[in-house]
């Protein structure tokens, strides 16, 4: 049983050493054709052969990004607070949303290149609507668990609505805010990276399909690392604010 943080890690270590090591010896043996995914060592000599090219494109994904994370996750969050702070918007929005939410979302990617184009607005548009209503969904189950003693007790002080949200529903839902933010903050970047794929004239995603049209194998997986990279740099982020959160709760 893994009981301490120091055995956590140690675990999480090995793990993570065992992928890396099964990606660089499976292909190398040809348990896995490298026209499929060529050894860790290749796609890395891709990365530096072609970094010119990956630092080129590396820009354009990051800021359709941020602006994306901006909209999807501080929108979905302020909306989900919002709902889930009246109980007949929660009745009224939730089953809306929840049936939106079931159709794929990929197939509208077509009509955000008609109204968009291939620039960055058809990607920030489409990770916008991929990541904003699993992040107002988190956040409004979050808060709707809430203890309905606390706003009664705010609103027979006299708070109004707006004081409750921020001195009551924030305060005592942030963990599961950093939740919504870990899962709308993923979904952005699968949804900035998908939209690049399937069309766009620069980004990681550009450069993984233009790889991947020439049957390079190690430059597609040079650009999957890149991503790989952004979504662990997330994870970081979240994991600090987490423990700081922690903190402040405590204190």
Same mark, same amino acid.
């Given at each position: 049983m893994?009981?301490?943080?120091?055995?956590?890690?140690w675990?999480?270590?090995?793990?993570?050493?065992?992928?890396?090591?099964?990606?660089?010896?499976?292909?190398?043996?040809?348990?896995? /054709?490298?026209?499929?995914?060529?050894?860790?060592?290749?796609?890395?000599?891709?990365?530096?052969?072609?970094?010119?090219?990956?630092?080129?494109?590396?820009?354009?994904?990051?800021?359709?990004? !941020?602006?994306?994370?901006?909209?999807?996750?501080?929108?979905?969050?302020?909306?989900?607070?919002?709902?889930?702070?009246?109980?007949?918007?929660?009745?009224?929005?939730? /089953?809306?949303?929840?049936?939106?939410?079931?159709?794929?979302?990929?197939?509208?990617?077509?009509?955000?290149?008609?109204?968009?184009? !291939?620039?960055?607005?058809?990607?920030?548009?489409?990770?916008?609507?991929?990541?904003?209503?699993p %992040?107002?969904? %988190?956040?409004?189950?979050?808060?709707?668990?809430?203890?309905?003693?606390?706003?009664?007790?705010?609103?027979?002080?006299?708070?109004?609505?707006?004081?409750?949200?921020?001195?009551?529903?924030?305060?005592?839902?942030l963990?599961?805010?950093?939740?919504?933010?870990r899962?709308?903050?993923?979904?952005?970047?699968?949804?900035?990276?998908?939209?690049?794929?399937?069309?766009?004239?620069?980004?990681?995603?550009?450069?993984?399909?233009?790889?991947? %049209?020439?049957?390079?194998?190690?430059g597609?997986?040079?650009?999957?690392?890149?991503?790989?990279?952004?979504?662990?740099?997330?994870?970081?982020?979240?994991?600090?604010?987490?423990r700081?959160?922690?903190?402040?709760?405590?204190?």
């Open positions: 893994l009981r301490t943080p120091s055995q956590i890690r675990a999480q270590a090995a793990l993570a050493a065992v992928i890396l090591a099964g990606w660089e010896l499976l292909p190398r043996f040809g348990v896995i /054709p490298k026209l499929f995914v060529p050894s860790l060592s290749e796609a890395i000599g891709a990365l530096y052969e072609y970094r010119a090219e990956y630092l080129a494109h590396l820009p354009a994904t990051l800021v359709e990004i !941020l602006v994306s994370y901006l909209l999807a996750c501080g929108g979905g969050v302020t909306l989900g607070m919002l709902i889930a702070s009246s109980p007949r918007a929660r009745r009224m929005a939730l /089953p809306v949303l929840r049936s939106a939410y079931a159709v794929p979302m990929v197939v509208l990617y077509p009509v955000m290149m008609v109204w968009f184009g !291939l620039g960055m607005g058809s990607k920030v548009a489409f990770a916008t609507v991929f990541a904003f209503v %992040t107002l969904l %988190t956040t409004v189950a979050g808060v709707a668990s809430l203890s309905p003693h606390l706003l009664e007790t705010a609103r027979a002080f006299g708070a109004s609505r707006w004081q409750r949200i921020l001195y009551v529903q924030v305060p005592a839902s963990p599961t805010l950093i939740a919504a933010l899962l709308g903050g993923a979904l952005v970047i699968v949804g900035v990276t998908v939209a690049e794929m399937l069309g766009a004239v620069e980004g990681l995603g550009f450069l993984i399909t233009r790889h991947r %049209t020439l049957l390079n194998s190690p597609v997986y040079g650009g999957i690392i890149l991503v790989l990279v952004i979504t662990s740099g997330h994870e970081v982020l979240l994991r600090r604010l987490e700081r959160v922690e903190k402040f709760r405590e204190s």
